[in-house]
C-alpha cells in the first residue's frame, strides 16, 4: 500500500488552562478558595495580599440588573483595570475588589467583639477534682481512678468490672469486691449518674439521688420495670401494672424527662463549624437585594515592584507567572461575580420565603436559573454547592433554594420544603392527648388542594425527625 498525505478537518472542544482555572475556582469553598490562593501565593512572587485594601461602598446588585445587564460570556464582572495591556502596572498594583460589596457583614456597630476561647474542663479532670477532696485509702484511690480512665464520652462505665480488674497489672491482686466499692466512690460524684453501666442505672442513680416522695417512688418503679412501655407510650398498660393514676402517671413522666441519660456529655469537647457566607441578601427600597460578602473576598494583587521591573524588562523569566497572576485575579473577580448574578436570580424566585418564611417557598430547578442567565446548569451546579447565603432568615447554602414539587388539584406546583414546613406547623399545634396520624395530616393537605400520599408524609416527617403519632401521644 503506498504512502499518501490526507487533510483531514476536524472539530474538537479545548479548554484552555484559564477556563479550567475558572471553573475549578468556581467549584471551590469559601474556606478551599483560600487553601487554593495560599498555594498561588507561595508559588507566584508576583502575588501578594493587600491587606490596607478596603473596597469602597458600592450599590448591591438590585433585582431585574442580573438577567439584563450581564451577557454571561468569560469576560463579565472583570474589574476594568485588568482590560487594558499595562493596567498592573502602577504604584498599587491590581486587586481583586469584591463586585457589589457592601462592606461588613452587618451595619451595626459591632466590630470590637473579640474571639474569647472559654476555658473547658474535660469530665475526666472534673472527676479527678472531686476525688482529690475525698477521704479514701490509697489503695482504693488508685481503683477509683481506673474506673474514670474507663468511662466513655457518655459516662458510662462499658467495661465490665472483670474486664477493669484483668486490665490491671496482676501484681495488684484486685478482689472483685474491691473494684465494686471503687464503682460505688465513682457513683456518688457529679454530675449524677456517671459510671453507669446502662440507661437503666443511670436513670436509677439519679432517681435515688432525689428526696423519696410517691412520685419520685413511682418514677423509679417505671425506670426498673417499665421503661419499655413508657418508651412506647403505652400508658393504660402502664397504668394497669402500676396502679397509678393519671395525675401520678403524667408527673412521673415528666419526671423522667426531666433526667440526664447522658451526665458526662456536657463535659464532652466539641469542635464548632462556622460558615463564612458568600453573598448578603438584604431589603433596599422595598426589593431583595443581593451583595458579595467583602469578608468572604479575598484580596489580592500584583506586587508593584516586581511589576515595575517586568515593565522594563520584557523579556523577563518571570513573564508566564505575571500572566498566571493576572488570570487568577481575574477568575477570582469573575468567580464571585458568578456567585452573585446565581443568587439574586435565586433571590428573585425566592421572594415569598424571604417575606413568609419556608411555607411560602416555590419549587425550583438548576434547570430555570441556568436558562435565565444563560449559563449551563452544570455552572449553576457548582455556584449553588457549598456557597452559603446570608439572610434575615438565616444563614443558608444556595442549593437549599432548589427542591422537588408536588402538584396541587389546581394545576399548580408546592415545593417540598413547604410541605415540610406545613407538616411542622400542624404537628405543633395537634392536641397532645390526640396526635394527627400520616392519613390525616395527607387528608388535611388534600382540602388545601396539596395532594400528597400518606408515605410520602412519613418520609418528610421522618426528615424532620418528628416521631410517629404512637410515640407523640401524651396523657
Avoid at 85 to 112: I, T, V
Avoid at 143 to 158: F, H, M, P
Avoid at 161 to 166: K, P
Avoid at 377 to 388: A, G, L
Amino acid at each position: 500500500m503506498k504512502p499518501s498525505l490526507q487533510l483531514k478537518l476536524t472539530q474538537h472542544l479545548a479548554l484552555t488552562p484559564q477556563l479550567q482555572q475558572s471553573i475549578r475556582l468556581l467549584q471551590l469553598s469559601t474556606l478551599e478558595l483560600e487553601h487554593e490562593l495560599e498555594t498561588f501565593l507561595s508559588e507566584n512572587p508576583l502575588l501578594e495580599r493587600d491587606e490596607d485594601y478596603s473596597p469602597p461602598e458600592a450599590q448591591m446588585r438590585e433585582p431585574g440588573l442580573s438577567d439584563s445587564t450581564d451577557s454571561g460570556q468569560a469576560d463579565e464582572g472583570v474589574d476594568p483595570t485588568l482590560g487594558a495591556e499595562d493596567s498592573w502596572l502602577g504604584e498599587e498594583g491590581n486587586y481583586a475588589a469584591a463586585p457589589g460589596s457592601s462592606g461588613s457583614f452587618d451595619d451595626d456597630d459591632d466590630g470590637d467583639y473579640q474571639d474569647i476561647q472559654a476555658a473547658t474542663v474535660t469530665l475526666r479532670e472534673h472527676l479527678l477534682a472531686q476525688l482529690g477532696l475525698m477521704t479514701l485509702s490509697g489503695r482504693d484511690s488508685v481503683l477509683v481512678r481506673c474506673l474514670i480512665e474507663a468511662l466513655d464520652d457518655d459516662g458510662y462505665l462499658t467495661q465490665s468490672l472483670e474486664e477493669v480488674a484483668d486490665s490491671l497489672p496482676a501484681e495488684f491482686d484486685i478482689e472483685p469486691e474491691e473494684l465494686q466499692i471503687a464503682l460505688n466512690h465513682l457513683q456518688h460524684l457529679e454530675p449524677t449518674g456517671v459510671g453507669a453501666r446502662s440507661p437503666v442505672e443511670c436513670l436509677e442513680l439519679q432517681l435515688e439521688a432525689l428526696p423519696a416522695d410517691p412520685i419520685s417512688t413511682l418514677a423509679l418503679e417505671i425506670v426498673r420495670h417499665h421503661l419499655e412501655l413508657l418508651a412506647h407510650h403505652d400508658f393504660s398498660r402502664l397504668k394497669k401494672q402500676t396502679g397509678c393514676s393519671d395525675d401520678d402517671l403524667r408527673a412521673a413522666h415528666l419526671l423522667i424527662c426531666s433526667l440526664n441519660p447522658r451526665p458526662g456529655a456536657q463535659y464532652a469537647s466539641s469542635e464548632t463549624r462556622y460558615v463564612t457566607p458568600d453573598v448578603v441578601v438584604r431589603k433596599v427600597r422595598g426589593q431583595w437585594a443581593v451583595s458579595v460578602n467583602s469578608d468572604a473576598f479575598p484580596r489580592i494583587r500584583i506586587n508593584s515592584l516586581y511589576a515595575q521591573i517586568l515593565s522594563r524588562q520584557r523579556g523577563s523569566g518571570l513573564a508566564s507567572q505575571l500572566q498566571e497572576a493576572r488570570w487568577l485575579i481575574r477568575n477570582v473577580q469573575q468567580r464571585f461575580d458568578t456567585i452573585q448574578r446565581v443568587a439574586q436570580a435565586i433571590v428573585e424566585r425566592q421572594r415569598q420565603f424571604l417575606d413568609h418564611g419556608e411555607v411560602a417557598m416555590r419549587p425550583l430547578v438548576l434547570r430555570e436559573i441556568a436558562e435565565t442567565l444563560g449559563l449551563h446548569e452544570s455552572t449553576i451546579s457548582r455556584v449553588t454547592t457549598q456557597k452559603y447565603m446570608a439572610t434575615p432568615r438565616g444563614i443558608y447554602e444556595l442549593k437549599y433554594f432548589f427542591g422537588s414539587h408536588v402538584s396541587t388539584e389546581a394545576g399548580g406546583a408546592c415545593s417540598a420544603t413547604a410541605i415540610r414546613a406545613l407538616i411542622k406547623q400542624m404537628i405543633s399545634a395537634e392536641e397532645p392527648k390526640r396526635p394527627l396520624s400520616d392519613s390525616q395530616i395527607s387528608e388535611v393537605l388534600g382540602q388545601q388542594g396539596i395532594v400528597v400520599a400518606r408515605r410520602t408524609i412519613a418520609k418528610y416527617r421522618e426528615a424532620l425527625n418528628i416521631p410517629p403519632v404512637n410515640l407523640r401521644k401524651s396523657l
